[in-house]
């Protein structure tokens, strides 16, 4: 199946600094891509759509000044988590949509941990 | 109030055992999928069902979609401890196929 990319898988940060997570997309284009918070042993929530060459859509509760998302190019989007605080720790997981394949492909998640 | 209401949330068994995951609605869905995802990892894919009353086998797994496509099930069948993880059922949302809502969730751990 089709490879999407996360990086980091894991990043430690101070509270207050900001982080940056990428998504590509290794073998498609995607002008879609999603990004979703998975909190321990509970499911996956979507926070928000990334749209290609345009604003992303937030999900009701999703601060988006603080969860800055950009759709540069039909390979990556990048989730920055602004002002990190504890409690955004959490594991992000981003997915892409190939329209080709009818289907959106998962990336490996990135473990956010803010100390 | 949650669309999907996956249960049980968690389930405990031994290497051998049969066991099913309930995947319940009172909202009638185009298809549900099925993922499984493994700690500090994205879901994979499983299956997708599409038509009411459909029957979808994956070796040991067999997935079903309710006659009214509101429910969905998952049994597993002589159960490994290869297939611990987390069970997860989704709708996708509109137009997109990537837009997904997910239930709960089910943590499966299967005992050598």
């Known amino acids: 199946g089709a490879v999407v990319s996360q990086h980091p898988s894991w990043v430690i940060c101070k509270s207050g600094t900001s982080v940056k997570i990428e998504c590509r997309s290794l073998d498609f284009q995607a002008t879609t891509m999603f990004w979703y918070r998975q909190f321990p042993k509970q499911s996956l929530m979507l926070m928000a759509t990334s749209n290609e060459g345009s604003k992303a859509t937030y999900e009701q509760g999703v601060e988006k000044d603080k969860f800055l998302i950009n759709h540069a190019s039909l390979t990556l989007s990048t989730l920055t988590v602004t002002s990190a605080h504890p409690e955004d720790s959490s594991f992000y997981i981003c997915?892409?949509?190939?329209?080709?394949?009818?289907?959106?492909?998962f990336g490996q998640g990135t473990r956010l941990t803010v100390v | 109030t949650q669309l999907l209401e996956q249960s049980p949330q968690f389930l405990s068994i031994q290497e051998g055992e049969n066991l099913t995951v309930y995947c319940n609605s009172s909202s009638v869905f185009s298809s549900l999928q099925w993922y499984r995802q493994e700690p500090g990892e994205g879901p994979v894919l499983l299956v997708t069902?599409?038509?009411?009353?459909e029957v979808k086998k994956l070796k040991r797994l067999t997935f079903q979609f309710g006659d009214a496509r509101k429910d969905s099930s998952l049994h597993i069948t002589a159960a490994q401890p290869g297939d611990t993880g987390l069970y997860l059922c989704?709708?996708?949302?509109?137009?997109?196929?990537?837009?997904?809502?997910f239930g709960q969730g089910t943590i499966l751990t299967v005992h050598p």
């Open positions: 997915s892409a949509e190939d329209v080709l394949a009818f289907e959106a492909f």
């Open positions: 069902v599409v038509t009411g009353g």
């Open positions: 989704a709708f996708a949302g509109g137009t997109s196929y990537g837009k997904l809502t």
